[in-house]
T-cell receptor, first 114, second 109 residues
């Protein structure tokens, strides 16, 4: 089934540990995004990539890094996790990098940092 | 600053009609989206408006007034499965997507 796959779906992590959330899409979309979603807040953009080989910072990039080595994969890394990074993380892709195309979301990764 | 406002929560009755409003103040406008998100799941696309007027898609319709910075999502013949959060998002002049906090819709029998 075409779409976006995220892993892991859920993780509990000790503060200070390094963690990588994986995201893979098979729709050949150029644009990919990482969002975090917290109760009472809208989706907040962490990092984005308009095409393979390029990345950019979103609204809340501190403490996170991304890479885009190819079209399909867009991993998100927390170098040293802190409790404020407890959240649900969504990866998304779009065939438009101009914010005018439908976003396709992965199922989310629920991360708890203790 | 940029802002999207939508009611936090609404309640409606099965079979009825409900209108979810969204007002926005953004630096420019390049389109408005509505997404549906069931609890514990990912958002899914409902509609996209870039011109003024009403777009109808089955039981769901979305309206846009760019001059008023206003949109609404209209859900007809409500079903229990429509219980979800509805997210409004606007693409600004820099093609950045600005998200509202979402409206939780509760459907009662």
């Amino acid at each position: 089934i075409a779409g976006i796959t995220q892993a892991p779906t859920s993780q509990i992590l000790a503060a200070g540990r390094r963690m990588t959330l994986r995201c893979t899409q098979d729709m050949r979309h150029n644009a990919m995004y990482w969002y975090r979603q917290d109760l009472g807040l809208g989706l907040r953009l962490i990092h984005y990539s308009n095409t393979a080989g390029t990345t950019g910072k979103g609204e809340v990039p501190d403490g996170y890094s991304v890479s885009r080595a190819n079209t399909d994969d867009f991993p998100l890394t927390l170098a040293s996790a802190v409790p404020s990074q407890t959240s649900v993380y969504f990866c998304a892709s779009s065939d438009s990098s101009r914010g005018t195309g439908e976003l396709f979301f992965g199922e989310g990764s629920r991360l708890t940092v203790l | 600053g940029q802002n999207i406002d939508q009611p936090t929560e609404m309640t409606a009755t099965e079979g009825a009609i409900v209108q979810i409003n969204c007002t926005y103040q953004t630096s420019g406008f390049n389109g408005l989206f509505w997404y549906q998100q069931h609890a514990g799941e990912a958002p899914t696309f409902l509609s996209y408006n870039v011109l003024d007027g009403l777009e109808e898609k089955g039981r769901f319709s979305s309206f846009l007034s760019r001059s008023k910075g206003y949109s609404y999502l209209l859900l007809k013949e409500l079903q229990m499965k429509d219980s979800a959060s509805y997210l409004c998002a606007v693409t600004d002049s820099n093609y950045q997507l600005i998200w509202g906090a979402g409206t939780k819709l509760i459907i009662k029998p």
